[in-house]
């Protein structure tokens, strides 16, 4: 398999891209990613005004968290530019929930216990509010709440966090061997395969932190599209997700790819909660744009799979013909998947898989990490593990 893009239905190029594994190899030779940085030579020269809606419908699927980034990232870069919005905390939200219910629900039975628990998850998702719920609607804090409870807790939700929060694995083991629905059956079969992490092996991504230095990373994207496999963050690959928010910062990292399963349940439910600042609702995400310099900003939030990045630089702003001169995106999967990333450090642990399909390890790992994008094994004969259908392959 080549570098080469290949375009879509649509003509564009294929943004997505395709992961390759090789378990058991060491790191540098076990994962490579055909994933390529291509959204400034497809934005160069746009009006700046288009930009948010390119990037929505390139990344179809997380739309709404690239749309809002853009958005951010072009009010900093150019103050009044753009028809003042309201602050993204509601709308990412939403997107950041169903998303998180899309993932549990489609991917996990796929991956982690096929032909058991499908058909009860699909079941499951027809009835969901944070799916159902016209986009201009309140919350729905209490539907949600109760259909956690009925339909995949068993319990009420803010005592399953209440408990996670104080036990994390430890509560997530007992509560799986206690409660008899698909979701936790899932959970109790897939523990048998947990894969190690180190996460503290390289730093997590919170430029925006109160270390963390985003003029650092702005001078670094400035000027030229920097390739995946290439993306550092204090001399190091990264690492983002449910896990790095910068509202939990204190807490400690997971130790295993089971044990991220909790957490993405347990932001679900933190989204799901009343508005409590820094705590729940629309409070837990963490948003926000810094002005680089006359016409270039850096933005970012707080999406399902970790910290989305968005650099912009304008030209045109003095005189009122703002186009856009460099745009580069950095989506969770960039940092997670990089060459020398968390998920590369975990694979060279693994025994080398010489089936066809990826084995019940590498199957949790991906499940954990969440790639945003189909994977093989590093054989060209290999069935991807996630089907290219159109609405999953177009987003980051």
């Given at each position: 398999?080549?570098?080469?893009?290949?375009?879509?239905a649509?003509g564009?190029?294929?943004?997505?891209?395709?992961?390759?594994?090789?378990p058991?190899?060491?790191?540098?030779h076990n994962?490579?990613?055909?994933?390529?940085?291509?959204?400034g030579?497809?934005?160069?020269?746009?009006?700046a005004?288009?930009?948010?809606?390119?990037?929505?419908?390139?990344?179809?699927?997380?739309?709404?968290?690239?749309?809002?980034?853009?958005?951010l990232?072009?009010?900093?870069?150019?103050?009044?530019?753009?028809?003042?919005a309201?602050?993204?905390?509601?709308?990412?939200?939403?997107?950041?929930?169903?998303?998180?219910?899309?993932?549990i629900?489609?991917?996990?039975p796929?991956?982690?216990?096929?032909d058991?628990?499908?058909?009860?998850?699909?079941?499951?998702?027809?009835?969901?509010p944070?799916l159902?719920?016209?986009?201009?609607?309140?919350?729905?804090?209490?539907?949600?709440?109760?259909?956690l409870?009925?339909?995949w807790?068993?319990?009420?939700?803010?005592?399953?966090?209440?408990?996670?929060?104080?036990?994390?694995?430890?509560?997530?083991?007992?509560?799986?061997?206690?409660h008899?629905?698909?979701?936790?059956r899932?959970?109790?079969?897939?523990?048998?395969?947990d894969?190690?992490?180190?996460?503290?092996?390289?730093?997590?991504?919170?430029?925006?932190?109160?270390?963390?230095?985003?003029?650092?990373?702005?001078?670094?994207?400035?000027?030229?599209?920097?390739?995946?496999?290439?993306?550092?963050?204090?001399?190091?690959?990264?690492h983002?997700?449910?896990?790095?928010r910068?509202?939990?910062?204190?807490?400690?990292?997971?130790?295993?790819a089971?044990?991220?399963?909790g957490g993405?349940i347990?932001?679900?439910?933190?989204?799901?909660?009343?508005?409590?600042?820094?705590?729940?609702?629309?409070g837990?995400?963490?948003?926000?744009?810094?002005p680089?310099?006359?016409?270039?900003?850096?933005?970012?939030?707080?999406?399902?799979?970790?910290?989305?990045?968005?650099?912009?630089?304008?030209?045109?702003?003095?005189?009122?013909?703002?186009?856009?001169a460099?745009?580069?995106?950095?989506?969770p999967?960039?940092w997670?998947?990089?060459p020398?990333?968390?998920?590369a450090?975990?694979?060279?642990?693994?025994?080398a898989?010489n089936?066809?399909?990826?084995?019940?390890?590498?199957?949790?790992?991906?499940?954990?990490?969440?790639?945003?994008?189909?994977f093989?094994?590093?054989?060209?004969?290999?069935?991807?593990?996630?089907a290219?259908?159109?609405?999953?392959?177009d987003?980051?």
């Open positions: 398999m080549t570098g080469r893009t290949t375009p879509g649509d564009l190029p294929d943004l997505a891209g395709t992961l390759y594994l090789r058991g190899a060491p790191v540098g994962l490579r990613s055909t994933r390529r940085a291509l959204v030579r497809l934005s160069a020269g746009q009006p005004s288009v930009l948010p809606g390119l990037l929505g419908s390139l990344f179809s699927l997380c739309g709404q968290s690239h749309r809002l980034c853009s958005l990232a072009l009010q900093a870069a150019a103050p009044g530019l753009l028809p003042p309201p602050p993204p905390g509601r709308a990412l939200q939403r997107e950041t929930a169903a998303e998180h219910v899309r993932r629900g489609l991917d996990w796929r991956l982690l216990l096929p058991e628990s499908a058909a009860a998850a699909l079941a499951d998702l027809r009835n969901c944070w159902a719920t016209r986009a201009d609607a309140p919350t729905p804090w209490a539907e949600a709440l109760d259909w409870q009925a339909r807790l068993h319990m009420a939700p803010d005592t399953w966090l209440r408990l996670w929060r104080s036990d994390g694995a430890d509560w997530l083991r007992a509560w799986s061997e206690r008899d629905g698909w979701l936790a899932l959970l109790h079969a897939a523990r048998p395969a894969v190690a992490l180190d996460l503290n092996a390289v730093p997590a991504l919170r430029p925006h932190g109160p270390q963390g230095d985003p003029y650092a990373l702005g001078r670094e994207l400035a000027g030229h599209d920097t390739e995946p496999a290439t993306l550092e963050w204090q001399g190091q690959p990264a983002t997700g449910s896990w790095t910068l509202r939990d910062a204190a807490t400690s990292m997971p130790a295993s089971w044990a991220l399963l993405r347990a932001e679900l439910v933190r989204l799901s909660l009343p508005d409590d600042p820094a705590q729940a609702g629309a837990w995400l963490h948003w926000g744009a810094r680089l310099g006359p016409g270039q900003a850096l933005a970012w939030v707080e999406m399902a799979r970790g910290l989305l990045i968005h650099y912009v630089q304008l030209d045109g702003v003095a005189d009122g013909e703002s186009r856009v460099a745009c580069q995106v950095l989506a999967t960039d997670n998947f990089h020398r990333g968390v998920a450090r975990a694979l060279a642990h693994l025994p898989d089936a066809h399909e990826p084995g019940p390890h590498v199957r949790l790992l991906m499940a954990a990490l969440d790639p945003c994008v189909p093989h094994l590093d054989d060209d004969a290999a069935a991807p593990t996630r290219p259908a159109a609405m999953e392959t987003h980051a």
